[in-house]
C-alpha cells in the first residue's frame, strides 16, 4: 500500500508518521515542497500534480488551518486550506479510487444542549473555523470519492503545542488562573487517534474485498469515552504534575465562564462527540480521556 501523508510535523501528522509504517510505504510532506513533491494546501495545482505522480492508495490529510481566532479574518486562507483543498485532494484520488483519510472537528455543531452529538445531528458551526472544516466534509462528499471524515476533539500531542504544555507553563509562573469552566468536551490524544486511523484504513479495505463495495465511506467520531471541563482538565494535569513532587506557583485556580473570557471567534459550550458509531463499525473499544492526559504529562515531564 502506497500512502501520502500531509500535514507531517503537526501534532497529529508526528503521531501518523509513526502509525502508518505498518500498512506500507509512506510519503510524508510537510507545508514546504520536498523532493519535488508538494503537501502545501495553499497550492491547489502543486496537490494536485503530486497525486498524479504518486497515485496513493491513500491520503491521509492530517494538515489543516487551526488558528481558530484568527480565521474570523482571514477568511480566505482558513477557506483555501478546510474546505477547497480536500475537494481538489479528493477530487484527485477519485480519477483511480484511492481513499482519503480527512480530520474534521466539534466545531461543525453549535454547542448548544448537553448530549454528545451523534455523526448526523445537525451541523451549525459558531464560529468561521467551524464552518471551513463542515464546507471541507461537504466538498469530500460531493466528490463522489471514497473517504473516512474522522471528527474530533480537543486533541493533544507531545509533539507542538496544546493546552496540557501551556497550563505546566502557566503554573510554573503565576499564583493565580482562571479557566473556562462551561465548555465541556474530551481531550483526545494524537496518537490514540493516529493508532485508529491505522486499524479503520485496514478494515476499510479488508472489507473493499467483499461485495459491498465503499460500505466504510462515512463520517465517524474519533475521541475517547468520558467528558471534561477545561477547567477539570487543568485541575487533573496541576494534580499529576504536583503528585510527581515538582514544585508550582500556582495557588489558586478560578473558574470563569466563557462570557467573562471572550475571543474572538465564539466558543461551543458543548462539544460532546458520541463515539458509538466508530466503536460499532470498527469494532473498538475506546479508552476513558483520563489515563491518555496522565501519560502526556508523564512524558512532558520526563
Given at each position: 500500500?502506497?500512502?501520502?501523508?500531509?500535514?507531517?510535523?503537526?501534532?497529529?501528522?508526528?503521531?501518523?508518521?509513526?502509525?502508518?509504517?505498518?500498512?506500507?510505504?509512506?510519503?510524508?510532506?510537510?507545508?514546504?515542497?520536498?523532493?519535488?513533491?508538494?503537501?502545501?494546501?495553499?497550492?491547489?495545482?502543486?496537490?494536485?500534480?503530486?497525486?498524479?505522480?504518486?497515485?496513493?492508495?491513500?491520503?491521509?490529510?492530517?494538515?489543516?488551518?487551526?488558528?481558530?481566532?484568527?480565521?474570523?479574518?482571514?477568511?480566505?486562507?482558513?477557506?483555501?486550506?478546510?474546505?477547497?483543498?480536500?475537494?481538489?485532494?479528493?477530487?484527485?484520488?477519485?480519477?483511480?479510487?484511492?481513499?482519503?483519510?480527512?480530520?474534521?472537528?466539534?466545531?461543525?455543531?453549535?454547542?448548544?444542549?448537553?448530549?454528545?452529538?451523534?455523526?448526523?445531528?445537525?451541523?451549525?458551526?459558531?464560529?468561521?473555523?467551524?464552518?471551513?472544516?463542515l464546507e471541507g466534509e461537504r466538498e469530500i462528499i460531493r466528490s463522489g470519492g471514497r473517504y473516512l471524515v474522522f471528527r474530533t476533539s480537543?486533541?493533544?500531542?507531545?509533539?507542538?503545542?496544546?493546552?496540557?504544555k501551556t497550563m505546566i507553563k502557566l503554573a510554573r509562573e503565576k499564583e493565580k488562573l482562571a479557566i473556562v469552566s462551561d465548555q465541556i468536551?474530551?481531550?483526545?490524544?494524537?496518537?490514540?487517534?493516529?493508532?485508529?486511523?491505522?486499524?479503520?484504513?485496514?478494515?476499510?479495505?479488508?472489507?473493499?474485498?467483499?461485495?459491498?463495495?465503499?460500505?466504510?465511506?462515512?463520517?465517524?467520531?474519533?475521541?475517547?469515552?468520558?467528558?471534561?471541563?477545561?477547567?477539570?482538565?487543568?485541575?487533573?494535569?496541576?494534580?499529576?504534575?504536583?503528585?510527581?513532587?515538582?514544585p508550582l506557583a500556582l495557588r489558586e485556580v478560578a473558574a470563569v465562564s466563557s462570557a467573562q473570557y471572550p475571543m474572538p471567534a465564539r466558543?461551543?459550550?458543548?462539544?460532546?462527540?458520541?463515539?458509538?458509531?466508530?466503536?460499532?463499525?470498527?469494532?473498538?473499544?475506546?479508552?476513558?480521556?483520563?489515563?491518555?492526559?496522565?501519560?502526556?504529562?508523564?512524558?512532558?515531564?520526563?
Amino acid at each position: 500500500m502506497k500512502i501520502l501523508l500531509l500535514g507531517k510535523n503537526g501534532q497529529l501528522g508526528w503521531e501518523l508518521q509513526r502509525a502508518l509504517q505498518v500498512l506500507g510505504e509512506v510519503f510524508a510532506l510537510s507545508r514546504h515542497n520536498e523532493n519535488g513533491l508538494c503537501g502545501d494546501l495553499s497550492d491547489l495545482h502543486g496537490l494536485t500534480k503530486t497525486i498524479e505522480y504518486l497515485k496513493p492508495d491513500v491520503v491521509v490529510n492530517a494538515a489543516a488551518y487551526t488558528a481558530v481566532d484568527k480565521a474570523e479574518s482571514d477568511r480566505e486562507q482558513a477557506l483555501l486550506i478546510n474546505a477547497r483543498a480536500p475537494a481538489v485532494i479528493a477530487q484527485a484520488l477519485k480519477t483511480y479510487q484511492g481513499l482519503l483519510v480527512h480530520y474534521s472537528s466539534d466545531y461543525v455543531f453549535d454547542g448548544t444542549g448537553e448530549q454528545a452529538r451523534a455523526e448526523l445531528a445537525p451541523c451549525n458551526p459558531v464560529n468561521y473555523y467551524g464552518y471551513t472544516k463542515l464546507e471541507g466534509e461537504r466538498e469530500i462528499i460531493r466528490s463522489g470519492g471514497r473517504y473516512l471524515v474522522f471528527r474530533t476533539s480537543w486533541i493533544y500531542g507531545t509533539h507542538g503545542g496544546n493546552f496540557a504544555k501551556t497550563m505546566i507553563k502557566l503554573a510554573r509562573e503565576k499564583e493565580k488562573l482562571a479557566i473556562v469552566s462551561d465548555q465541556i468536551g474530551v481531550p483526545t490524544g494524537a496518537d490514540l487517534i493516529a493508532d485508529v486511523t491505522v486499524h479503520a484504513i485496514r478494515s476499510y479495505f479488508n472489507e473493499d474485498q467483499g461485495p459491498n463495495r465503499n460500505v466504510l465511506n462515512g463520517i465517524y467520531h474519533l475521541v475517547p469515552d468520558g467528558e471534561t471541563s477545561w477547567l477539570a482538565y487543568a485541575n487533573l494535569v496541576f494534580g499529576q504534575v504536583r503528585a510527581k513532587g515538582i514544585p508550582l506557583a500556582l495557588r489558586e485556580v478560578a473558574a470563569v465562564s466563557s462570557a467573562q473570557y471572550p475571543m474572538p471567534a465564539r466558543r461551543p459550550l458543548n462539544s460532546r462527540l458520541s463515539n458509538a458509531k466508530i466503536k460499532e463499525v470498527f469494532n473498538l473499544h475506546m479508552p476513558r480521556w483520563e489515563p491518555g492526559v496522565c501519560r502526556l504529562v508523564d512524558e512532558l515531564l520526563a
